[in-house]
């Protein structure tokens, strides 16, 4: 069936480190959303992308969508206590077209200050 | 009104017990789900509903009722739950159901625990 791997699963960095967690889909994926779960709450959505070689940015955080619309990475520069969380990649099932979003296994992000 | 709300927060009930999660969006969403999560786990589909139709249901046992009573409103019933089922369930919403356009919105999710 349709997979998303995610790597790496853990990153320890030191606070002004930059971070980058990578994606990789099974298929091709119309879009690939991203979201942040701090430590105890519940995921937040970041982005969506959609067009093949996407580059978007959200302040430090740099978000690409690869060119053969499988794989896709977000990169935080210069990192900080406050994004501490997981990060997940999310594409849509493309069997049912339902709105079910199938999730890699995260990121865990550890920023020592 | 861009947020999901799902209430209780906290949750603890017996292997006998009924309760119900529930959850609300004011956002015009015409999709919302369900899902549950365990500790350093991705979230996991239980139901999908389209414009108030069940859409999918990824085989959860029968102990799990969801239920969509309109647009805004979604439920979702427990009945002789196992300590297994102990996890944190979150709702969420999008625009569409298809590719799930917009990304999803959760709720903050519903801390159950099992004894």
């Known amino acids: 069936g349709q997979q998303v791997m995610q790597i790496p699963q853990y990153q320890h960095v030191q606070e002004g480190e930059d971070f980058t967690t990578y994606c990789n889909s099974s298929t091709t994926l119309s879009n690939i959303q991203w979201y942040k779960q701090r430590p105890g709450g519940h995921p937040v959505f970041l982005i969506q992308l959609v067009k093949s070689g996407e580059v978007k940015k959200q302040k430090r955080l740099t978000f690409q969508f690869g060119e053969a619309k499988k794989n896709s990475s977000l990169h935080i520069t210069a990192t900080q206590t406050t994004d501490v969380g997981t990060y997940f990649c999310a594409g849509p099932d493309l069997l049912s077209n339902t709105g079910k979003l199938i999730f890699g296994q995260g990121t865990t992000l550890q920023v020592k200050p | 009104d861009t947020e999901v709300t799902q209430t209780p927060k906290h949750l603890v009930m017996g292997m006998t017990n009924k309760k119900s999660l529930k959850c609300e969006q004011h956002m015009g969403h015409r999709a919302m789900y369900w899902y549950k999560q365990k500790a350093k786990k991705p979230p996991e589909l239980m139901f999908v509903y389209s414009y108030e139709k069940l859409s999918i249901n990824e085989s959860v046992p029968s102990r799990f009722s969801p239920e969509c009573p309109n647009s805004s409103l979604l439920n979702l019933h427990l009945h002789a739950l196992q300590p297994e089922d102990s996890a944190l369930y979150l709702c969420?919403?999008?625009?569409?159901?298809?590719?799930?356009?917009?990304?999803?919105?959760f709720g903050s999710g519903t801390r159950l625990t099992v004894v």
């Open positions: 969420a919403s999008s625009q569409e159901a298809i590719g799930a356009w917009g990304g999803y919105t």
